[in-house]
Each structure stands twice: as C-alpha cells, then as structure tokens.
C-alpha cells in the first residue's frame, strides 16, 4: 500500500491484533457466562470500527450492535473532555450490560465523559474495552479504568486499524506510527 511510505514502522502485526482480540473476546464470553442477558457493544465511531467488527465476531454471547458519535470540542488538538453527541445511540441501555468499544484510550477525558453519561442511562453494567492504550497520556481529570485492553502502547503516534490522521490511514490492517514529518508539515 502506498500509505506504508508514511510509517516509521509498524507496531503491531495483523497476526498479533488477530491473536489478542480472540483472546479478548474470549475473556468477555467468560466474564459474561452467567448472564441470561444480551451485552450491548457500543462503537465510538469512527476509530474503533474496525477492532469493533472484529472483536464482536469473537465473542460467544448475544450481542446487540448499537453506535455513536462523539467530537470533543474545545481542547485544540487534544481532547478537552467536553463531549458533543453527533450521533446518539439507537436504543436505550437502561437496565442492559454494555461494554464501550474505543480503538484508543489517551487522556481518558472522552470515557469518563461517556462512562458518566452511560450510568446516568441505567445501564446495568458498563465495562470499557479498548484496543490501545496510552497509560502515560493519562489526564488527572480521568475517571476511568478499562476493564479490557488490546496493547498498552508508548506515546508514539499511530495510525491504522480504524485509527486516522486527518481522516487517512483508517483501512491499514495493521497499527504503525506515523513519520514525524508527515503530521508536521500540516
Ligand atoms: C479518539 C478515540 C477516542 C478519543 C480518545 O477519537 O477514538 O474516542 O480520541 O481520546 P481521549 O482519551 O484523549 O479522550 P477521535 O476524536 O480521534 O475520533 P475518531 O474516532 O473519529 O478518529
């Protein structure tokens, strides 16, 4: 793919995404064994996508897709934790499981924002999974832990598996950090 030409290097292989959201989902259909419940996997568009698709496939458990759309707005480049619905979700989650499917956890501002909100809602039970996280990018303002996590991963900047820079990237199969001079020159 043309797009390589911009990576530094790739950090994380397809195998080893296959490899840890099987056993991520292999996790959760165990944590979930005993409820007679459906779980509600709820996608935060765009990002988590791709890990979402293939991580509902690896879960044995009734499953109910719902989405949305969040833009945090206020903070520059970095999130500011003041959280604008572009999409809401379809049904309620009241008295429901739910786990929040992100593609990437970096100040947490954006999750606690939602986990609150989430709660507010009645959802029975909310878990948080994420593909990647960023523990060192972790904003004091922070209210979250995530209860399913993919790689912890430094602060580089990555791109690929449903994660952008200026919308490109998202259809790389594999998570790679992006040249210096590429989101530099912007
Ligand atoms: C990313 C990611 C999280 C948020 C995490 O979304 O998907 O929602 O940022 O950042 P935080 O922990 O600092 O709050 P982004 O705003 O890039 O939108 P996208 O998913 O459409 O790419």
Redesign the pocket.
């Known amino acids: 793919m043309k797009q390589y030409d911009d990576l530094e290097k790739i950090l994380i292989s397809e195998e080893e995404i296959r490899t840890r959201v099987a056993e991520l989902g292999r996790a959760i259909t165990e944590d979930y064994r005993n409820a007679p419940e459906p779980i509600v996997l709820v996608c935060?568009?765009?990002?988590?996508v791709v890990f979402y698709t293939d991580l509902m496939r690896q879960i044995d458990h009734d499953c109910r897709l719902d989405f949305m759309i969040?833009?945090?707005y206020g903070g520059g480049t970095?999130?500011s934790g003041n959280v604008r619905f572009v999409k809401d979700l379809d049904d309620s989650i009241t008295g429901k499981h739910a786990i929040i499917v992100?593609?990437?956890?970096?100040?947490?501002?954006?999750?606690t924002f939602l986990r609150k909100n989430l709660i507010t809602r009645g959802a029975k039970t909310l878990k948080i999974c994420t593909l990647l996280d960023k523990p060192m990018r972790r904003s004091p303002k922070s209210e979250i832990s995530v209860d399913y996590c993919g790689f912890k991963i430094p602060n580089e900047f990555v791109v690929g598996y449903g994660?952008?820079f200026d919308e490109k990237y998202r259809n790389l199969p594999e998570v790679g950090v992006l040249k210096p001079e590429v989101y530099k020159n912007v």
């Open positions: 935060i568009l765009k990002g988590s969040v833009k945090s970095e999130s992100e593609d990437i956890v970096d100040s947490g501002l954006t999750l994660l952008d």
